[in-house]
């Protein structure tokens, strides 16, 4: 059996922050890159952002960048998500994911988590 599940979800006042966690069980995700989406009700999923394995680079969306962080512990097989200056608008589903493919196409992920719910009070 092969997982993702993510963790640390919540809700947040505006200006807050949280840390999601994505942790990979059944196997080692070893050599993938690791990236973040988020869903809105109503709203198509987005890419939020992503890291590769072991090359350090990392991909952020406009609307995220100098607020997220992306990191990984490649020895805990887990990936994190710190969220700063949280926004009303970042409320979503968030989704953790792994692909062997491009990190911004959703299409060429392999694995997806099921989601942990942020939600950002005004």
């Known amino acids: 059996q092969v997982q993702l599940v993510e963790s640390g979800g919540g809700l947040v006042q505006a200006g807050g922050s949280l840390r999601l966690s994505c942790a990979a069980s059944g196997r080692t995700f070893s050599g993938y890159a690791r990236g973040w989406f988020r869903q809105a009700p109503g709203k198509e999923r987005e890419f939020v952002t992503a890291i590769s394995w072991s090359g350090g680079n990392t991909y952020y969306a406009d609307s995220v960048k100098g607020r997220f962080t992306i990191s990984r512990d490649n020895a805990k097989n887990t990936v994190y998500l710190q969220m700063n200056s949280l926004k009303p608008e970042d409320t979503a589903v968030y989704y953790c994911?792994?692909?062997?493919?491009?990190?911004?196409?959703?299409?060429?992920?392999?694995?997806w988590g099921q989601g942990t719910q942020v939600t950002v009070s005004s």
């Open positions: 994911a792994a692909t062997t493919g491009g990190p911004r196409v959703p299409e060429l992920y392999d694995v």
